[in-house]
C-alpha cells in the first residue's frame, strides 16, 4: 500500500512530533522511534530495523537519516520523504523562528553580550558531542587512538583536507580488518 | 521571498540561493559520522566566510537546546542569516538532499555488503576522522574565543558535565549560561568604563 495516503499520514503522525521532543541529542529518539516502528505500527520486524539502523549510521548526514529509511520500507519513495519532512519540519520551523527573533536584536548590547557568553558554551558542547560520538562507537580502543591522531593532523596541518583523513582513515581500518590485524 | 528581509540579514553582498544550495549540498555528502558543526564551521565560516565565529558559536549552542538535529537546525539558521526564509529552505535542502539519496541508494545496496566485517571497519575509521574533526574544530573556537580563565573555566565545566560525566545537557547549560552571560557582562565594561 505504497500509495495509501493513510499510510503516508501515519508517518507523519509518528515522527512530527518526535520532531519536538528530540532535545539534546538521538539517544532517547532512537528508543522512541523503535517503539513506534516495531511495537505500536509493525511496520518493521526487530531485525530489518537493526539493519536500517546500521544503513542510516553508514550514510553521512546530519542527525538521523533513520526516519527516512523507514518511510521508504514502509511506502516507498513518498513514505521516504514524507518521514523526513515530518522529522525536520517542525523543530526547523521552531529554530528559525528563534533565528528571526535573535537576528531582530542583533547590535544590541545584549546581543553580543550574550554572543559572548554562549561562545564557551558553544565549544564545550562541541568537544562534548565527539566524546560522545567517541563512547557509542563500535570500534573500541582503535577508534580512539585514532580520533586523537586525525584532532592531531588537522590542528597540526589545517590545509590538510578532512576528507583526505576520512579516506585514510577507511582504508587503514579496512585493511586491518581485513587482513586480521585484529 | 522579497529582498526586503531581515535588518543585517547582508551583511556585505547578498550570497545567491544557488551558492548557499552547493555550499549546504556539500555538507550534507561529506559529514560523515555526525561531524556537521566541524565541516560546517570549516566550509561556512572559514572557508567561504558567510558568518563569523560568534554567530557560528551562537548558531551551534541554540541548535543543540532546541529540538531537533543539531546540524539541521544549525544551517536553519545560518541560511535564515545569509538569506532570510527563502535562505534557510535552500540551505536544509542542500544539507538533506545528497544524504537522502545516497541513504536509499545504500538501502537497496544493503543485502550485498550487510554481512561485510570489513565494512563496518571502514565505517568505524571513518567515524574515528570525523570525531578528529569535531575535536579539532572545538578545539580552535576555544583557543580563538576563551582567551581567559573565566570562559575558559566555562568551557571545561560544559566538557565535564556533559561530556565526561553525561549529565543532561539542558541543566548543565541553563546552570552555565547565565553565569558566562554574566561573565561576558562584567568583562565587557572594563574596556569602555
Given at each position: 500500500m505504497p500509495d495509501d495516503p493513510r499510510t503516508l499520514l501515519a508517518l507523519a503522525l509518528v515522527f512530527a512530533p518526535l520532531s519536538l521532543l528530540s532535545?539534546?541529542?538521538?539517544a532517547s529518539l532512537l528508543a522512541e522511534i523503535e517503539h513506534q516502528t516495531i511495537t505500536v505500527h509493525g511496520w518493521t520486524t526487530q531485525r530489518e530495523f537493526a539493519d536500517l539502523f546500521a544503513i542510516s549510521r553508514a550514510a553521512p548526514g546530519p542527525g538521523t537519516m533513520l526516519s527516512t529509511l523507514i518511510g521508504w520500507k514502509v511506502a516507498g519513495l513518498a513514505g521516504a520523504l514524507t518521514a523526513t519532512v515530518a522529522l525536520y519540519l517542525p523543530s526547523s520551523l521552531l529554530v528559525y523562528g528563534a533565528a528571526r527573533l535573535w537576528g531582530r536584536w542583533r547590535g544590541s548590547v545584549w546581543h553580543a553580550v550574550v554572543e559572548r557568553g554562549l561562545a564557551p558554551i558553544a565549544a564545550g558542547l562541541i568537544l562534548a558531542g565527539g566524546i560522545a560520538v567517541l563512547r557509542v562507537s563500535p570500534g573500541g580502543a582503535a577508534v580512539w587512538v585514532a580520533a586523537i591522531a586525525s584532532t592531531a593532523l588537522i590542528l597540526r596541518w589545517p590545509g590538510l583536507h578532512p576528507l583526505l583523513l576520512f579516506v585514510i582513515g577507511g582504508v587503514v581500518f579496512g585493511l586491518a580488518e581485513a587482513t586480521g590485524m585484529w | 521571498m522579497s529582498e526586503v528581509e531581515e535588518v543585517g540579514a547582508q551583511q556585505i553582498a547578498p550570497i545567491g540561493l544557488p551558492a548557499i544550495f552547493a555550499g549546504f549540498f556539500w555538507l550534507g555528502i561529506t559529514?560523515?559520522?555526525?561531524g556537521t558543526a566541524g565541516w560546517l564551521y570549516r566550509e561556512i565560516v572559514e572557508r567561504r566566510g558567510w558568518i563569523n565565529d560568534a554567530e557560528f558559536l551562537t548558531g551551534a549552542a541554540l541548535g543543540r537546546m532546541m529540538p531537533g538535529s543539531g546540524g539541521v537546525n544549525l544551517t536553519v539558521q545560518v541560511g535564515q542569516r545569509l538569506r532570510g526564509g527563502a535562505g534557510a529552505v535552500v540551505a536544509v535542502l542542500g544539507l538533506l538532499t545528497g544524504p537522502l539519496v545516497i541513504v536509499l541508494a545504500l538501502a537497496v545496496g544493503y543485502t550485498r555488503i550487510n554481512q561485510s566485517s570489513a565494512v563496518h571497519a571502514v565505517f568505524n575509521g571513518v567515524a574515528a576522522a570525523a570525531i578528529g574533526l569535531t575535536f579539532a574544530t572545538g578545539l580552535k573556537l576555544v583557543q580563538f574565543r576563551v582567551a581567559s580563565a573565566g570562559p575558559l573555566a566555562v568551557t571545561l565545566a560544559t566538557v565535564l558535565g556533559v561530556g565526561v560525566l553525561r549529565w543532561p545537557m539542558m541543566p548543565v547549560v541553563l546552570f552555565l549560561a547565565p553565569v558566562s552571560i554574566g561573565l561576558a557582562l562584567i568583562t565587557r565594561r572594563r574596556p569602555n568604563a
Open positions: 532535545i539534546g541529542g538521538g | 559529514s560523515f559520522g555526525g
